[in-house]
C-alpha cells in the first residue's frame, strides 16, 4: 500500500511560480511511475508530468519548458515545479502512482495510488 500527500499549492499572480510537492509513504516507490494530474472544475482530470523509476520524464504540451518533475527518493517525496504560472494552470494538483514505468500511462484509470490534491489559483 502506498499512501501519497500533496502541499505546497496557493494562490499566485500570473508570471509567478510555486512548487508542489509529494510525500510517499508505505512503500518504496523506486520502481514506481509517479506523475502529476490536474483537474479544474468541469474538466477531465489530464496528466501534467511523468517521472520513470529511472528519472525519464515526460510532460503535457500545455506546460513543457514552465514546469518540473522530479523526485527526491532519499526524502521519499516527488516534486513539481511550476514556473511562468498562467491563469489557465489552475485547478486542483494530484499525485499518482503506480508500479513499473510510465510508458503509455497518461489516463487517471492508468494510476492505482492517489493522493487528495493540492488547489493552484493563479491570477491575471
Known amino acids: 500500500q502506498v499512501q501519497l500527500a500533496e502541499s505546497g499549492g496557493g494562490s499566485v499572480q500570473a508570471g509567478g511560480s510555486l512548487q508542489l510537492s509529494c510525500a510517499v509513504s508505505?512503500?518504496?516507490?523506486?520502481?514506481?511511475?509517479m506523475a502529476w494530474f490536474r483537474q479544474a472544475p468541469g474538466r477531465q482530470r489530464e496528466v501534467v508530468a511523468a517521472?520513470?523509476?529511472?528519472?525519464?520524464?515526460s510532460y503535457s504540451e500545455s506546460v513543457q519548458g514552465r514546469f518540473t518533475i522530479s523526485k527526491d527518493s532519499a526524502k521519499n517525496r516527488l516534486y513539481l515545479r511550476m514556473d511562468s504560472l498562467k491563469p489557465d494552470d489552475t485547478s486542483m494538483y494530484y499525485c499518482?502512482?503506480?508500479?513499473?514505468?510510465?510508458?503509455?500511462?497518461?489516463?487517471?484509470?492508468?494510476?492505482?495510488?492517489w493522493g487528495r490534491g493540492t488547489q493552484v489559483t493563479v491570477s491575471s
Open positions: 517521472i520513470d523509476p529511472d528519472d525519464g520524464r
Open positions: 508505505g512503500n518504496t516507490y523506486s520502481k514506481f511511475c
Open positions: 499518482a502512482a503506480s508500479p513499473g514505468d510510465c510508458l503509455g500511462r497518461s489516463e487517471p484509470t492508468d494510476y492505482i495510488y
